[in-house]
């Protein structure tokens, strides 16, 4: 999803499951991310190439 934030639209990636959230939006030619919640979303999705991949990741990095 997209959200307006400040100056700049952010996307914004929820785990709806554990409340866990990432936001990333572009400054300056990097990218910039902030994460809140139970588990490091955007570490998940960093280490993923793949859908499947992802979807693996994000189950093992939800707390039990």
């Known amino acids: 999803m997209k959200l307006r934030a400040d100056r700049h ?3 914004v990636l929820v785990d ?3 409340g866990a959230w990432a936001a990333l939006h572009q400054e300056e030619g990097r990218w910039i991310v902030r994460e809140g919640g139970p588990s490091r979303l955007w ?3 960093e ?3 793949t859908a499947g991949c ?3 990741a994000l189950q093992w990095r939800r707390p039990r």
């Open 47 to 49: 280490g993923c190439s």
């Open 9 to 11: 639209d952010e996307d």
């Open 43 to 45: 570490a998940a999705v």
């Open 54 to 56: 992802l979807l693996v």
């Open 16 to 18: 709806a499951e554990t």
